[in-house]
């Protein structure tokens, strides 16, 4: 496993722009996959965004997508989540996941919490309308 640091999180209004980082421990962090989920108060932690160890590919959850943009620096251990256009429903804490690899069973498949075994504690995004 490796151990994860979010940062970046902040109180923004709508319209604007934030950019998450996360920072990983370990040698190995250059073959996984990484993701970010999000988890408002009362609800479900929510799949946000993936990628795959090479980087070439990416994944975004519906209520993400042409908003958010993941990538990864190996360099320097760290994955970014661009967000653009912020709306009030994205405030939530962000967490960062990491794991061996990504299995899609369908193209339709939406990642879920257990298919990552490292996380983050999470930085807070809140979104003023």
């Known amino acids: 496993q490796v151990q994860l640091v979010e940062s970046g999180g902040g109180l923004v209004q709508a319209g604007a722009s934030l950019r998450l980082s996360c920072a990983a421990s370990?040698?190995?962090?250059?073959?996984?996959?990484m993701g970010w989920f999000r988890q408002a108060p009362g609800k479900e932690r929510e799949f946000v965004a993936a990628?795959?160890?090479?980087?070439?590919?990416?994944y975004y959850g519906d209520s993400v997508k042409g908003r958010f943009a993941m990538s990864r620096d190996d360099a320097k251990n760290t994955v970014y989540l661009q967000m653009n256009n912020l709306k009030p429903e994205d405030t939530a804490v962000y967490l960062c996941?990491?794991?061996?690899?990504?299995?899609?069973?369908?193209?339709?498949?939406?990642?879920?919490?257990?298919?990552?075994?490292?996380w983050g504690q999470g930085t807070q995004v809140t979104v003023s309308s």
């Open positions: 996941s990491a794991a061996p690899f990504l299995y899609r069973p369908s193209s339709d498949y939406v990642f879920l919490p257990q298919d990552f075994d490292s």
């Open positions: 370990g040698r190995t962090f250059s073959m996984k996959a």
């Open positions: 990628i795959t160890w090479s980087g070439n590919n990416t």
